[in-house]
Nanobody, 123 residues
């Protein structure tokens, strides 16, 4: 069992930066692939970024490549998403997710979800 709690959302102007964090509980955190999804108003939840259990493999959706960076600290049971050059279209509720296995499984079949944190980017 893995429980996830996000933090770090807020309001920022276009071009600004935010750093989201996800604190995980559970003894098997280090064996899970972790990632972030987002859901904008009126839209379906979409994949944003994922990182393997070791941190050696990452994956991003095309729209955030070069702007967002995912990282994890297995000693602290945390995963982070550094978001730079934010755009109004990045506005959404961001969810932390976990899946036992690799990055592909996280993208397609996440098992655990956090409660979400709101990110709003003003133009």
């Amino acid at each position: 069992q893995v429980q996830l709690v996000e933090s770090g959302g807020g309001l920022v102007q276009a071009g600004g930066s935010l750093r989201l964090s996800c604190a995980a509980s559970g003894r098997t955190f280090s064996s899970y692939a972790m990632g972030w999804f987002r859901q904008a108003p009126g839209k379906e939840r979409e994949f944003v970024a994922a990182i393997s259990w070791s941190g050696g493999s990452t994956s991003y959706t095309d729209s955030v490549k070069g702007r967002f960076t995912i990282s994890r600290d297995n000693a602290k049971n945390t995963v982070s998403l550094q978001m730079n050059s934010l755009k109004p279209k990045d506005t959404a509720v961001y969810y932390c997710a976990a899946a036992p296995g690799n990055v592909l499984l996280l993208r397609t079949s996440p098992i655990y979800w956090g409660q979400g944190t709101q990110v709003t980017v003003s133009s």
